[in-house]
Every structure is written in structure tokens, then in C-alpha cells.
């Protein structure tokens, strides 16, 4: 049985990082968030947009969103950053059942200064508390992983996605699990993806998830082919939404699809999920941490040097200009698939390898350089 160096949490889920979240409960509390972190080693700074004058469906996603972050299994304890006590609540209370220690500070009617002294004093404490937490070998089966990809061009479908994919099947046949979203990526290929649900149920809610999707934009007046492939995504040789939509496919390897899941949702059996979300890349990677991916596995061709705060972001590329050009993002050299005509399984198996490594704490460009973002989607106007 393969196995990583992760730590255990009370819930039985397993973190391959050991943070202290700061977590701002809505976008007027930033400030003080990144401060408080700032001043803390061993803290991560959440932030987000909104929250303040959302409602209904769209604030309770909001909330729930939060949340989910701070149950990601990388986060050790969390320090809630809010305006006032009923909306922190919201948050906290959807944490605490996950076992960790969840603290709250206010900036009414405290104001910022005493916040961020409050909050600095709680956060090394938990900070503290983390650091007592060691590794021990953990099971590939307690793996989460998001895969995902972003400035994709004609290397992308046949070297990096692939390759990812390959990692990905072989994750799953440990028994962990594996993540693929961006919705709007399958349109022109739904039908492809759909045959391998394991049943009518499953097979039906993909199907409808694009549909809605392709469905949605057509009801504001927007073409989807009109915007896909994006402009760059065309400049890296791409040329029908058709064409993108078989690379990203790429990245779910060729295991069956067990389940479809609401944006920020966690699943609750092993294997291939499809989560439903945006595809851009700072949304999406914030869904997916949400949704309890440790890692995710981005494959890019032009570029993108976006990482997520959460969940560690394994940028994957096989174009040889942009190792070179980006060469200060990208973490794994998948070009040998076009360069070298080594086999996909091969360079995959390399990955899966690497994915183990980086489980266990090897560290990435995007953490090193601090190169993440965090936005929770929102679909409704706020008040």
C-alpha cells in the first residue's frame, strides 16, 4: 500500500499541510486578516469578496463556502476574522464539527487596531498548538484531489492533461479520490464524459449541469462559442470549443465517474467526481478547496501561475517555451510526451510519484512565491 507523510485529523481526514487560516467572514474584514497573518508564522490569510449584503441561497453558499475551507483537511485550527458576532457564527458553527478549534475576533465594536492585537495573540496560540502536530505515513486512499487546467493550448490535450490524468487513475485505484470541474470545458463533449457515469442518476446530473450552464449564458446573450477557445487559448493553437473540451477532459484519466457535486461540495465516496463550478482558474481552485482537495493538479500550456491558499497547486506543463518562459511556476516538466516521445504512462507514473512527494511537504512555486488567490463565486446581486 502506498502511503504519504500527512497529519491526521480528529474527523479522520488526513492534511498534507499544517496551517493556522485566518479567515476574513466577509470582504470588510481583509485588512485585518492579512495583517493578523502577516504578523503570525504557521497562519494562512483567507480572504474574500462580498458577503456583506448577500441573501438568501447565495448568502448561505457564501457561508458554507467559508466553511468549507476551513475544513479543508490542511488547516490545522482556524481564526475567524469577522464584523459582528451573528455573521462569524454562521461560519463557526459549520466548522466546529470537523473537531478543530475555531476562534473569532470583531471589529465592532473593537475597531482595527484592538482586533489585530486580539487576533495576532489568538493566532499564535493556535499557531503553537499546530506546530506540536507531526507527520506519520498516511494511505494515497485518504487523498482528495482537484485536477484542473488553465491557458491551454495544443500541447495541453496531448501532454500535461493526460499525463495528470494517468496520476489520477492511479490515485483512484488506491481508492482515493479525484476531482474535475469547470463546467463550461465540456460543452461539445458532454456526451463523451456522460457514458462513463456508473449509472442514470449520475449520468443525468452531469448532463444537466452543462446544459444549465450553456443554458445560462445563451439567456444573458452570450455565445459560448463566441468566447471559446479564449483569446489565448487561439493563440496557443485551439480552435473550437469542441477541440478544448477533449483536452480538458484528458485530466480525469479513464476511471468512471461516481458522482456530481454542488460548487464548495464534498464527496462522500471514493473515486471520480465532477464538481460544478467556473471554470476560471481562482474560482475554481477555491471550489475545489472547499470541497476538501488537499492538492490540485493544474495543467497549463501558454501559462498560469495562479495557486489556491488552501489547497497546494501542482502546475503541470508540456509545452517546452513556457518551461522556459514561466520556468519560475511550473513545478513538474511534462514536454517529454511531444519533446522525447516518452509515453504518457510513463511521465504519469512520474507524476503520481511526485504527487506523493508533494503530499508529504515538498513545496511548490505558488507557496514558495506566494503566488494564491482566493474567490468564492457569487451568483446573485447584493443588496
Excluded at 479543508?72 to 459549520?94: K, W
Aim: contains cysteine.
Amino acid at each position: 500500500m502506498k502511503t504519504f507523510l500527512g497529519y491526521r485529523r480528529e474527523n479522520g481526514t488526513v492534511g498534507v499541510r499544517n496551517w493556522v487560516a485566518v479567515i476574513s467572514v466577509m470582504d470588510n474584514c481583509n485588512p485585518v486578516t492579512r495583517t493578523i497573518s502577516d504578523a503570525v508564522e504557521g497562519t494562512i490569510p483567507v480572504t474574500t469578496l462580498f458577503v456583506r449584503g448577500q441573501f438568501g441561497a447565495d448568502l448561505d453558499f457564501a457561508y458554507e463556502s467559508l466553511a468549507g475551507l476551513g475544513r479543508n483537511p490542511n488547516i490545522a485550527s482556524v481564526l475567524l476574522v469577522g464584523l459582528e458576532e451573528s455573521s462569524t457564527e454562521e461560519v463557526a458553527s459549520r466548522i466546529r464539527a470537523t473537531g478543530k478549534t475555531v476562534e473569532a475576533v470583531h471589529l465592532q465594536p473593537n475597531g482595527t487596531i484592538t482586533c489585530i492585537a486580539e487576533g495576532t495573540r489568538k493566532a499564535m496560540r493556535l499557531a503553537i498548538a499546530a506546530s506540536r502536530l507531526r507527520r506519520e505515513p498516511c494511505p494515497v486512499s485518504g487523498l482528495v484531489l482537484g485536477v484542473e487546467c488553465g491557458g491551454s493550448d495544443t500541447t495541453s490535450g496531448l501532454s500535461c492533461n493526460p499525463t495528470i490524468g494517468r496520476m489520477a487513475d492511479k490515485v483512484i485505484a488506491e481508492g482515493g479520490t479525484v476531482i474535475i470541474s469547470e463546467t463550461s470545458e465540456f460543452i461539445g463533449a458532454e456526451h463523451l464524459f456522460a457514458a462513463r457515469a456508473i449509472d442514470e442518476t449520475v449520468r443525468s446530473a452531469f448532463v444537466k449541469a452543462v446544459r444549465d450552464m450553456e443554458q445560462g449564458a445563451i439567456a444573458r446573450g452570450v455565445d459560448m462559442r463566441d468566447s471559446q477557445p479564449s483569446p489565448d487559448n487561439k493563440k496557443g493553437g485551439l480552435t473550437t470549443v469542441e477541440e478544448k473540451a477533449l483536452g480538458a477532459m484528458a485530466k480525469a484519466g479513464s476511471s468512471p465517474l461516481v458522482g456530481v457535486l454542488r460548487y464548495g461540495e464534498a464527496p462522500v465516496r471514493k473515486g471520480l467526481h465532477f464538481m460544478d463550478a467556473p471554470a476560471a482558474a481562482v474560482e475554481n481552485l477555491t471550489a475545489m478547496a472547499a470541497g476538501g482537495c488537499q492538492l490540485t493538479f493544474f495543467g497549463t500550456g501558454v501559462g498560469n501561475p495562479i495557486g489556491n491558499m488552501v489547497a497546494p497547486t501542482v502546475k503541470v506543463c508540456g509545452n517546452v517555451h513556457t518551461l522556459h518562459t514561466m520556468r519560475d511556476n511550473i513545478d513538474f516538466d511534462a514536454s517529454g510526451v511531444l519533446e522525447q516521445a516518452m509515453k504518457i504512462s510513463d511521465i504519469g507514473d512520474r507524476l503520481y510519484e511526485y504527487a506523493v512527494d508533494v503530499a508529504s511537504g515538498t513545496r511548490l512555486a505558488s507557496e514558495v512565491l506566494d503566488v494564491r488567490e482566493t474567490a468564492v463565486s457569487r451568483f446573485e446581486r447584493s443588496l
